[in-house]
């Protein structure tokens, strides 16, 4: 299983970015897709999580002005950033749980990771 994230860069405050992660391989159904960040000097954090079922759920800091979505067929996730503030500057990543034939056991895979640079 591959993925691959895009999107990052630089953007000024208030402005907007969409990131992607794609996901390739073998793979029989993913369960969550989810955005994590990890800010300098900083331990990685939860930014938003989507259910196989659709179901969200977001880091109180970004509540409101991140939107996170996904499109089974595709493969994909999705985080809709808007309203960006210096607070944002991380490394975003990507991360899937997929269920993997034969056994059809759930494996969890991280992306590579995708700067996010605010300037204010």
């Known amino acids: 299983v591959q993925l691959q994230a895009s999107g990052g860069g630089l953007v000024q405050a208030g402005g907007s970015l969409r990131l992607s992660c794609a996901a390739s391989?073998?793979?029989?159904?993913?369960?969550?897709m989810g955005w994590y960040r990890q800010p300098p000097g900083k331990q990685r954090e939860l930014v938003a999580v989507?259910?196989?079922?659709?179901?969200?759920n977001y880091a109180d800091s970004v509540k409101g002005r991140f939107t996170i979505s996904r499109d089974n067929a595709k493969k994909t996730v999705y985080l809709q950033m808007n309203s960006l503030e210096p607070e944002d500057i991380a490394v975003y990543y990507c991360n899937v749980k997929v269920v993997l034939p034969p056994f059809y056991l759930e494996y969890e895979y991280w992306g590579q990771g995708t700067q996010v640079t605010v300037s204010s």
């Open positions: 391989g073998s793979i029989f159904s993913i369960n969550d």
């Open positions: 989507i259910t196989s079922g659709g179901s969200t």
